[in-house]
């Protein structure tokens, strides 16, 4: 069961927007730039816009911030609105930013004949330079005060391509001397020539994020503008840009705290370098934390919505568990998936006792928390696997597993008693050789005699081989801006093991999901499984183990 999210800051103001009748209706919308595939960090602010609009019978459309054009490409539009269909939602309007390119530019000329902008010859490091800081003020640039003639005359120059990239831009005149550094006279269009992947080589003007940002916001009347905190500090001119460039509706810049997640990177600058550098296998990576290696992990859309709502809506930033992700994908795991047998690294057992060529089907419930899984059969005969951790020749104190002279249970089976152990010539040891007691079947009532082991298996002659993909975090530490990530790599991010299943699961498609006793939670990889050969990713274990190393 899903829960709805709690009460907060944002919802309180549209609450208050809709009472006071400032909005009759709430539109949001969710603004991924197309540079890269969606992580979990924008999970939480697609379930933020949509689910806070749908809670007020508002809409939420699906804008791509796409004004950018050397690092965006059609790959990633496709891949995010993949992924938030995917994660179960719905936008009104899909809108392209760079749609509204012609009127961006329109309304630069607006600002131009109000005396509100100027072509600036300096160039972007002297502008930097001449932008002061937060104790001295800015300096003026010798462009400033251009006329409003010779202004729409550079301006059209430079969208026509007269100029080279970087040779003038467009700035908005604001306030050189004010507190706020993105106040004074902000870049505000730029040349670059680059093919958009949207508009070809239609422009070689590009608007800025700031400039841009506000304008598709107020186009597409959107009446509540959430973004993460390090807005703050630009919403400003934000409202100084919605309110000079006359839109005739004006929407609330809202910030709140970016998602933070122990070990994982989450900036998308750093997850293309992991794919650039082949670290990981692509976008898509199980050990990425991106919605499509989520995904391809066997992370489910319930479980990240749930996690999204939990973690909450705050105004400070913080760092959230991965765990507590973890947490949510067992809970959704738990009660709806089969339990079955897998084994990692097999041990074979000969039970010497039970017939030559004889087996028997075993009757095994699929889910003991969830009876609506049904049963059933497994084939058990002379020869099986375990797995070669539950066997120990010299066993510590309180090893309750298999060793010698000693009985365990055989999950849905028999009793069976180590008697000797097989080795070659360096003393590996081979095989373990057993005798099971009839009497003992599983389900039979037997109570004569306990024992304190419980062991899963597979039968030898039906294990199907597979892979199993076992994920440890990709970086050793939490995302840090001072040290160089690439070092923070764990060099044991995967082990990849070859194992056996029991034949109930021989037909499982690409991403059916199984809890495997004893191991945890598994996803049949959809890209590296093949007609012959299944490959499991390990989601998550039972529970949680995880330390650094
Ligand atoms: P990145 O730094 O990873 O490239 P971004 O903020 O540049 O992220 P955008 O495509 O611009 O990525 O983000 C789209 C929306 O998702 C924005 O509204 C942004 O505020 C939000 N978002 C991005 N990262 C997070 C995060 N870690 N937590 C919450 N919201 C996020
Ligand atoms: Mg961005």
């Avoid at 306030?175 to 070689?204: E, F, L, Q, V």
């Avoid at 705290?257 to 990177?265: E, K, Y």
């Avoid at 010698?404 to 590996?428: H, T």
Wanted: hydrophobic residues 35%; charged residues 30%.
């Amino acid at each position: 069961m899903e829960t709805k999210t709690s009460s907060n800051f944002i919802k309180n103001i549209v609450i208050e927007d809709l009472h006071t009748g400032k909005h009759k209706e709430i539109i949001t919308r969710f603004p991924p730039e197309p540079n890269g595939y969606l992580h979990i960090g924008h999970a939480k602010s697609i379930v933020l816009n949509f689910e806070l609009a749908d809670e007020f019978k508002g809409k939420t459309n699906l804008r791509f911030d796409d004004t950018n054009p050397v690092k965006e490409d059609t790959e990633y539009v496709e891949s995010i609105e993949e992924d938030v269909k995917w994660l179960g939602f719905d936008w009104e309007n899909l809108y392209f930013a760079s749609d509204y390119f012609e009127e961006m530019y329109e309304r630069a000329i607006l600002l131009i004949k109000k005396g509100k902008a100027y072509v600036c010859d300096l160039s972007p490091e002297e502008i930097k330079q001449m932008r002061g800081n937060l104790t001295e003020p800015g300096k003026e640039s010798p462009y400033r005060n251009r006329n409003t003639e010779e202004n729409l005359d550079l301006f059209e120059m430079m969208r026509s391509g007269e100029f080279g990239d970087g040779q003038k831009v467009l700035r908005a005149k604001i306030d050189m001397s004010s507190p706020n550094i993105n106040m004074r006279d902000p870049i505000i269009y730029r040349i670059a020539r680059a093919t958009h992947h949207n508009t070809g080589d239609k422009w070689c003007i590009y608007p800025m994020y700031d400039y841009a940002h506000p304008i598709e916001d107020a186009i597409e009347a959107i009446t509540h503008s959430i973004c993460t905190l390090e807005f703050e500090d630009h919403r400003p001119l934000y409202d100084w840009v919605i309110r000079e460039c006359e839109m005739e509706s004006q929407p609330q810049q809202i910030e709140f705290a970016r998602l933070n997640m122990t070990n994982t990177v989450m900036s998308k600058r750093k997850l293309k370098l992991l794919v650039d550098e082949k670290i990981v296998d692509a976008w898509d990576d199980p050990r990425m934390p991106t919605i499509a290696g989520l995904r391809r992990r066997g992370y489910t859309p319930a479980a990240i919505r749930s996690f999204c709502r939990e973690i909450g809506v705050a105004k400070n930033n913080s760092t959230v568990d991965i765990q507590m992700l973890e947490y949510f994908i067992r809970e959704d795991l738990k009660t709806s998936t089969s339990n079955v047998m897998g084994v990692l690294r097999p041990l074979k057992v000969v039970i010497t006792n039970y017939p030559e060529g004889q087996t028997e089907m075993l009757d095994a419930e699929n889910n003991s928390e969830n009876p609506e899984l049904g049963n059933r059969q497994i084939p058990f005969s002379r020869e099986i696997y375990i797995e070669q951790e539950d066997f120990m020749e010299n066993p510590p104190n309180k090893y309750f597993r298999l060793f010698p002279g000693n009985e365990v249970r055989l999950k849905f089976a028999y009793f069976i008693k180590c008697n000797e152990v097989i080795k070659d010539e360096s003393g590996n040891i081979l095989e373990i050789h057993c005798t099971y007691d009839e009497e003992t079947k599983s389900g039979s009532g037997f109570n004569a005699r306990k024992v304190k082991g419980t062991l899963h298996w597979v039968a030898a002659k039906h294990a199907v081989p597979a892979e199993y993909r076992l994920y440890e975090p990709l970086m050793l530490e939490d995302e840090k801006s001072d040290k160089n990530f690439l070092d923070q790599i764990n060099p044991n991010s995967m082990e990849i093991i070859q194992g056996y299943v029991e034949p109930a699961v021989k037909d499982a498609k690409p991403q059916d999901k199984f809890q495997f006793m004893r191991h945890g939670y598994f996803n049949v990889d959809p890209k590296n499984t093949t007609k012959d050969k299944l490959v499991f990713n390990r989601i998550v274990s039972l529970k949680s183990s995880f330390e650094i190393k």
